[in-house]
Protein backbone atom coordinates (compact mmCIF):
# COMPACT_ATOMS: atom_id res chain seq x y z
CA UNK A 1 0.00 0.00 0.00
CA UNK A 2 1.18 3.51 -0.85
CA UNK A 3 0.93 6.07 1.53
CA UNK A 4 -0.52 9.63 -0.12
CA UNK A 5 1.49 12.71 0.52
CA UNK A 6 0.26 14.92 3.29
CA UNK A 7 -3.00 16.74 2.21
CA UNK A 8 -2.57 20.48 1.85
CA UNK A 9 -4.20 23.61 2.78
CA UNK A 10 -4.73 24.04 -0.89
CA UNK A 11 -6.18 20.31 -1.36
CA UNK A 12 -8.42 21.41 1.29
CA UNK A 13 -9.35 24.07 -0.55
CA UNK A 14 -10.11 22.40 -3.59
CA UNK A 15 -12.37 20.17 -2.10
CA UNK A 16 -14.48 23.11 -0.03
CA UNK A 17 -14.51 25.08 -3.58
CA UNK A 18 -12.85 27.66 -1.95
CA UNK A 19 -9.99 30.14 -0.44
CA UNK A 20 -9.98 29.45 3.47
CA UNK A 21 -9.67 33.20 4.66
CA UNK A 22 -10.34 34.70 7.89
CA UNK A 23 -12.99 37.54 8.16
CA UNK A 24 -11.98 40.26 11.17
CA UNK A 25 -14.68 41.89 12.83
CA UNK A 26 -13.93 44.80 15.57
CA UNK A 27 -15.57 47.64 16.94
CA UNK A 28 -17.38 48.35 20.39
CA UNK A 29 -19.39 46.28 22.43
CA UNK A 30 -23.22 46.57 20.29
CA UNK A 31 -21.85 47.50 17.58
CA UNK A 32 -23.58 44.67 15.62
CA UNK A 33 -20.22 42.42 14.92
CA UNK A 34 -21.78 39.25 15.70
CA UNK A 35 -24.76 39.89 14.23
CA UNK A 36 -23.06 40.48 11.36
CA UNK A 37 -20.97 37.85 11.51
CA UNK A 38 -23.95 35.11 11.59
CA UNK A 39 -25.47 36.53 9.10
CA UNK A 40 -22.19 36.30 6.50
CA UNK A 41 -21.91 33.16 7.96
CA UNK A 42 -25.73 32.05 6.74
CA UNK A 43 -25.06 33.88 3.68
CA UNK A 44 -22.01 32.51 2.71
CA UNK A 45 -23.43 28.62 3.90
CA UNK A 46 -25.74 29.44 1.44
CA UNK A 47 -24.16 29.43 -0.97
CA UNK A 48 -22.23 26.41 -0.19
CA UNK A 49 -19.03 28.18 1.56
CA UNK A 50 -17.86 26.17 4.73
CA UNK A 51 -17.78 28.69 7.98
CA UNK A 52 -17.58 28.98 11.11
CA UNK A 53 -17.80 32.00 13.68
CA UNK A 54 -15.55 32.54 16.32
CA UNK A 55 -17.74 34.97 18.55
CA UNK A 56 -15.89 36.45 21.99
CA UNK A 57 -18.51 35.56 24.32
CA UNK A 58 -18.11 32.28 23.19
CA UNK A 59 -14.35 32.13 23.06
CA UNK A 60 -14.53 33.63 26.58
CA UNK A 61 -16.48 30.90 28.46
CA UNK A 62 -14.02 28.21 27.49
CA UNK A 63 -10.64 28.87 25.10
CA UNK A 64 -9.81 31.92 26.97
CA UNK A 65 -12.12 31.58 30.55
CA UNK A 66 -8.48 31.68 32.74
CA UNK A 67 -8.14 35.54 31.06
CA UNK A 68 -9.74 38.73 32.13
CA UNK A 69 -10.16 42.39 30.33
CA UNK A 70 -6.31 44.13 31.64
CA UNK A 71 -4.16 44.94 28.19
CA UNK A 72 -1.99 41.97 28.80
CA UNK A 73 -4.95 39.68 28.92
CA UNK A 74 -7.08 41.11 25.87
CA UNK A 75 -3.71 40.64 24.25
CA UNK A 76 -3.40 37.22 25.04
CA UNK A 77 -6.83 36.84 23.97
CA UNK A 78 -6.50 37.91 20.70
CA UNK A 79 -3.25 35.59 20.32
CA UNK A 80 -5.16 32.59 20.79
CA UNK A 81 -7.85 33.48 18.46
CA UNK A 82 -5.43 34.64 15.71
CA UNK A 83 -3.92 31.21 16.39
CA UNK A 84 -7.34 29.17 15.79
CA UNK A 85 -8.82 31.61 13.40
CA UNK A 86 -5.21 29.93 11.25
CA UNK A 87 -5.40 26.39 12.08
CA UNK A 88 -9.17 27.05 10.53
CA UNK A 89 -8.05 29.02 7.56
CA UNK A 90 -5.58 26.34 6.96
CA UNK A 91 -8.50 23.54 7.08
CA UNK A 92 -10.17 25.62 4.19
CA UNK A 93 -12.74 27.10 6.11
CA UNK A 94 -13.90 30.97 5.79
CA UNK A 95 -13.29 31.59 9.83
CA UNK A 96 -15.74 34.53 10.61
CA UNK A 97 -14.64 36.33 14.07
CA UNK A 98 -16.55 39.06 16.07
CA UNK A 99 -14.25 40.26 18.97
CA UNK A 100 -13.93 43.97 20.14
CA UNK A 101 -10.29 43.50 19.76
CA UNK A 102 -9.67 47.25 20.68
CA UNK A 103 -6.13 47.74 20.03
CA UNK A 104 -4.64 48.12 16.82
CA UNK A 105 -0.94 46.08 17.50
CA UNK A 106 -3.19 43.01 18.40
CA UNK A 107 -5.06 43.22 15.43
CA UNK A 108 -1.88 43.65 13.27
CA UNK A 109 -0.61 40.60 15.22
CA UNK A 110 -3.46 38.50 13.82
CA UNK A 111 -3.01 39.53 10.76
CA UNK A 112 0.73 38.86 10.54
CA UNK A 113 -0.43 35.30 12.27
CA UNK A 114 -3.26 34.18 9.98
CA UNK A 115 -1.52 36.24 6.78
CA UNK A 116 -2.01 39.62 5.25
CA UNK A 117 -3.89 38.33 2.15
CA UNK A 118 -5.91 36.00 4.08
CA UNK A 119 -6.81 38.54 6.76
CA UNK A 120 -9.95 41.08 5.91
CA UNK A 121 -10.19 43.42 8.53
CA UNK A 122 -14.01 44.75 9.23
CA UNK A 123 -14.04 47.34 10.86
CA UNK A 124 -17.89 48.00 12.68
CA UNK A 125 -17.97 51.68 12.78
CA UNK A 126 -20.69 52.56 15.06
CA UNK A 127 -20.59 55.50 17.45
CA UNK A 128 -20.39 54.88 21.04
CA UNK A 129 -23.78 56.53 21.96
CA UNK A 130 -25.38 54.11 19.82
CA UNK A 131 -23.62 51.09 21.17
CA UNK A 132 -24.92 52.34 24.66
CA UNK A 133 -28.21 52.73 23.45
CA UNK A 134 -28.36 48.93 22.18
CA UNK A 135 -26.44 47.80 25.31
CA UNK A 136 -27.72 44.02 24.88
CA UNK A 137 -25.43 42.95 27.46
CA UNK A 138 -25.69 45.49 29.83
CA UNK A 139 -22.48 46.07 30.21
CA UNK A 140 -22.43 50.23 29.69
CA UNK A 141 -24.69 50.79 32.24
CA UNK A 142 -22.69 48.47 34.57
CA UNK A 143 -19.36 50.08 33.69
CA UNK A 144 -21.19 53.67 33.98
CA UNK A 145 -22.15 52.51 37.60
CA UNK A 146 -18.37 51.72 38.04
CA UNK A 147 -19.31 47.88 38.63
CA UNK A 148 -17.34 46.93 35.34
CA UNK A 149 -13.42 48.10 34.55
CA UNK A 150 -11.94 48.09 31.56
CA UNK A 151 -14.65 48.57 29.72
CA UNK A 152 -13.91 49.43 25.86
CA UNK A 153 -15.40 52.56 25.14
CA UNK A 154 -15.93 53.57 28.85
CA UNK A 155 -12.57 53.78 30.80
CA UNK A 156 -10.64 51.44 28.17
CA UNK A 157 -9.59 53.09 24.78
CA UNK A 158 -10.85 51.52 21.36
CA UNK A 159 -8.23 52.14 18.81
CA UNK A 160 -10.02 52.16 15.37
CA UNK A 161 -8.21 50.60 12.46
CA UNK A 162 -6.49 52.98 10.37
CA UNK A 163 -6.73 51.23 6.78
CA UNK A 164 -9.69 48.33 7.89
CA UNK A 165 -10.73 46.83 4.26
CA UNK A 166 -14.09 48.11 5.01
CA UNK A 167 -15.67 49.94 7.82
CA UNK A 168 -19.75 49.30 8.07
CA UNK A 169 -22.02 51.09 9.96
CA UNK A 170 -25.00 49.48 11.53
CA UNK A 171 -27.00 52.34 12.51
CA UNK A 172 -27.29 53.53 9.02
CA UNK A 173 -27.18 51.10 6.55
CA UNK A 174 -29.26 48.14 6.66
CA UNK A 175 -27.48 44.32 7.44
CA UNK A 176 -28.69 42.84 4.18
CA UNK A 177 -26.72 45.73 2.00
CA UNK A 178 -23.95 45.28 5.01
CA UNK A 179 -24.18 41.35 4.06
CA UNK A 180 -23.66 41.76 0.26
CA UNK A 181 -21.04 44.37 0.03
CA UNK A 182 -18.77 41.78 2.70
CA UNK A 183 -19.93 39.10 -0.06
CA UNK A 184 -18.17 41.19 -2.78
CA UNK A 185 -15.37 41.44 -0.98
CA UNK A 186 -15.01 37.38 -0.09
CA UNK A 187 -15.85 36.86 -4.11
CA UNK A 188 -13.00 39.04 -5.29
Known amino acids: MTIPPNVTREDREQLNGHRGRVVWFTGL ?16 HARGRRTYVLD ?4 RRGLSRDLGFTEAD ?7 IAEVARLMRDAGLIVITAFISPFRRER ?3 RQCIGADD ?7 TPLAVCERRDPKGLYRKA ?12 SPYEPPEAPRIALRTD ?3 LERNVEELLKILAA
Do not use: C
Not at 29 to 44: D, E, F, I, P, R
Not at 119 to 125: A, G, K, R, S
Open 172 to 174: EVA
Open 29 to 44: SGAGKSTLANALAAAL
Open 119 to 125: FIEVYVD
Open 108 to 110: EMA
Open 74 to 80: RAENIRR
Open 56 to 59: GDEV
Open 144 to 155: RRGELPHMTGID
